[in-house]
């Protein structure tokens, strides 16, 4: 894991966050209080169960479409509302492989070697 102050954006407003970039999260994820201040958030056809660290799981039911600037540039994320996370926002493994974002765990920095600010499509 590896965590990053980031400018968080949506179409409510924008703010400084601690993201935490969690190669164990497959899904990226935001507290729903911090969600409501940044976006309007979208309702989900139907919920999604995540299971979080200590093996509870969650029902979430929004999504929020953010705009994250990493090493300059801008990237598009869904993030979904859940209020019991480590930190204010996870970016999870699906956006890093979309991105080529890579994590660099002994500098406990991330490796934007292959990061071009594109998405792959996959």
């Known amino acids: 894991m590896v965590r990053e102050e980031l400018?968080?954006?949506?179409?409510?407003?924008?703010?400084?966050?601690t993201v935490l970039f969690d190669s164990g999260s497959?899904?990226?994820?935001?507290?729903?209080?911090?969600?409501?201040?940044?976006c309007t958030p979208k309702k989900l056809l139907i919920?999604?169960?995540f299971m979080v660290t200590d093996?509870?799981?969650?029902?979430?039911?929004l999504l929020c479409d953010l705009v994250v600037?990493?090493?300059?540039?801008?990237?598009?994320?869904?993030a979904f509302l859940v209020d019991r996370l480590p930190a204010p926002m996870i970016f999870?493994?699906?956006?890093?492989e979309a991105y080529r974002i890579k994590l660099d765990l002994?500098?406990?920095?991330?490796?934007?070697?292959?990061?071009?600010g594109s998405m792959l499509a996959v």
Do not use: H, N
């Open 7 to 17: 400018l968080v954006r949506g179409d409510r407003g924008s703010r400084r966050l």
């Open 26 to 38: 497959s899904r990226s994820l935001i507290k729903g209080d911090l969600a409501v201040e940044l």
């Open 47 to 49: 919920p999604r169960v």
């Open 55 to 61: 093996g509870d799981r969650v029902a979430c039911d």
């Open 69 to 78: 600037e990493i090493g300059g540039r801008e990237v598009g994320v869904e």
């Open 92 to 96: 999870g493994a699906l956006d890093m």
């Open 106 to 116: 002994a500098r406990r920095t991330l490796d934007l070697s292959e990061f071009t």
